[in-house]
């Protein structure tokens, strides 16, 4: 089936710098999410993306972070500069459908440490 | 507030044997819940399981069945004979029908394993 591609799986950094996380969405998809889940925590809705906004954000999505899909390419997940409580791992999702919720394709995540 | 609970992990069942995951929900701030099953079988991406968005119906999915109660705020995983290969992490998730911008609630996560 349509599959959501994330790079890299792992990522180790030290704090302060900057990491950008890419996703690579189902091609025919509109809608695009990031989550986020401690280790030993429930994943949490970070941000949906559509037409090039920010439809939707919580209160994780710091002002550190930052989300774009320049033309078409990753649609990326960016924190700058990082900090020890973003280690987690990061999954984004796609979907054709404006919210629709069945339709969420999910990619395997790319865990983050921060030294 | 808005949550998922569900049945902690680890859970060890049998082949052939009866499976029931717990899930209840809270939600205080959706008039018009959806509720969802979402699995992540080793090696691969979180994929929806089954979902239900009426209260009082049930979803069925490859032979596992969740029934949306309002009354009790619950929808169960059950299935009445596993395989090995339902070997898995299960995710109940909350959803907002009106709302609807693919905003999920989940759970912990429930892994389960079966014995051959």
């Known amino acids: 089936g349509p599959k959501v591609l994330q790079i890299p799986s792992h990522q180790i950094i030290d704090m302060g710098q900057m990491v950008t996380l890419n996703c690579d969405p189902v091609?025919?998809?509109?809608?695009f999410y990031w989550y986020k889940q401690i280790l030993g925590q429930q994943m949490e809705f970070l941000v949906n993306f559509y037409n090039g906004k920010v439809m939707e954000k919580s209160k994780l999505f710091k002002d550190q972070f930052s989300v774009e899909r320049p033309d078409g390419s990753y649609f990326t997940l960016k924190i700058q500069p990082t900090a020890l409580e973003d280690s987690a791992v990061y999954f984004c999702?796609?979907?054709?459908?404006?919210?629709?919720?069945?339709?969420?394709?999910f990619g395997h995540g790319t865990k983050l440490s921060v030294l | 507030g808005d949550s998922v609970t569900q049945t902690e992990g680890p859970v060890t069942v049998s082949e052939s044997e009866s499976l029931i995951i717990n899930c209840t929900y809270s939600?205080?701030?959706?008039?018009?819940?959806?509720l969802f099953w979402y699995v992540r079988y080793p090696g691969e991406g979180l994929q929806l399981l089954l979902k239900?968005?009426?209260?009082?119906q049930k979803g069925s999915s490859r032979g596992f069945e969740a029934t949306y109660n309002k009354e009790t705020t619950s929808f169960h995983l059950q299935k009445a004979s596993v395989q090995e290969s339902d070997s898995a992490v299960y995710y109940c998730?909350?959803?907002?029908?009106?709302?609807?911008?693919?905003?999920?609630?989940f759970g912990q996560g429930t892994k389960l394993s079966i014995k051959p």
């Open positions: 998730a909350l959803g907002d029908m009106i709302y609807n911008q693919g905003k999920l609630i």
């Open positions: 091609s025919n998809h509109l809608y």
């Open positions: 939600a205080t701030s959706i008039a018009y819940p959806n």
């Open positions: 239900v968005i009426t209260a009082g």
């Open positions: 999702a796609s979907s054709f459908y404006r919210g629709s919720n069945e339709r969420l394709f």
